[in-house]
T-cell receptor, first 112, second 111 residues
Framework: DAGVIQSPRHEVTEMGQEVTLRCKPI?????LFWYRQTMMRGLELLIY????????DSGMPEDRFSAKMPNASFSTLKIQPSEPRDSAVYFC??????????FGPGTRLTVT | GQQVMQIPQYQHVQEGEDFTTYCNSS?????IQWYKQRPGGHPVFLIQ?????EVKKQKRLTFQFGEAKKNSSLHITATQTTDVGTYFC???????????FGTGTRLQVTL
């Protein structure tokens, strides 16, 4: 099993640009989570999906952030426009029926 | 909202010493999970505790869930340099699959 796949692994962009992060969950998992990790705020849940449906997006910082899950094998997290304070490591994780979560390697985003 | 605090934030030990991190919730939990994140890596699942007072062991690691299901601890006996990383507890209050991660305890082990 390839595990959770995220791309890109690193992204450097300028303030104001659109950023799209991608995630492929483990096949068969029905829940998908997007997290953001920073030194100051720790590991924060941004949004999660059950069976491709967004269940809780209360962690999404503001309207600049959006997430989609068009099918069971793909999800995107988009930031438009990006700001320097969005710099962080973004993790995608998946799980089956509320069991343990499997994290991807993360995308390190730097906004200059 | 749900808050999960961990103490200490950071601990530095000599190899061979024991280590304990504590996790406290403001509300009763359905279950609690523990994860380890190596420097530069991603969180990796260690274990899940479900029952009140439950104790589970994995080699040198001992996990405990409090009687009131509001706190948990992870104890490492005779630490090794491979134990270096940040240990997170993650709480589930019963709301579907959602986990609330604790603030984490960063463990540094030196020879």
């Amino acid at each position: 099993d390839a595990g959770v796949i995220q791309s890109p692994r690193h992204e450097v962009t300028e303030m104001g640009q659109e950023v799209t992060l991608r995630c492929k969950p483990i096949s068969g998992h029905n829940s998908l989570f997007w997290y953001r990790q920073t030194m100051m705020r720790g590991l924060e849940l941004l949004i999660y999906f059950n069976n491709n449906v967004p269940i809780d997006d209360s962690g999404m910082p503001e309207d600049r952030f959006s997430a989609k899950m068009p099918n069971a094998s793909f999800s995107t997290l988009k930031i438009q426009p990006s700001e320097p304070r969005d710099s962080a490591v973004y993790f995608c994780a998946s799980s089956l029926a509320g069991r343990e979560q499997y994290f991807g390697p993360g995308t390190r985003l730097t906004v200059t | 909202g749900q808050q999960v605090m961990q103490i200490p934030q950071y601990q530095h030990v000599q190899e061979g010493e024991d280590f304990t991190t504590y996790c406290n919730s403001s509300t009763t939990l359905s279950n609690i999970q523990w994860y380890k994140q190596r420097p530069g890596g991603h969180p990796v699942f260690l274990i899940q505790l479900v029952k009140s007072g439950e104790v589970k062991k994995q080699k040198r690691l001992t996990f405990q869930f409090g009687e009131a299901k509001k706190n948990s601890s992870l104890h490492i006996t005779a630490t090794q340099t491979t134990d270096v990383g940040t240990y997170f507890c993650a709480a589930n209050t019963g709301t579907a699959s959602k986990l609330t991660f604790g603030t984490g305890t960063r463990l540094q082990v030196t020879l």
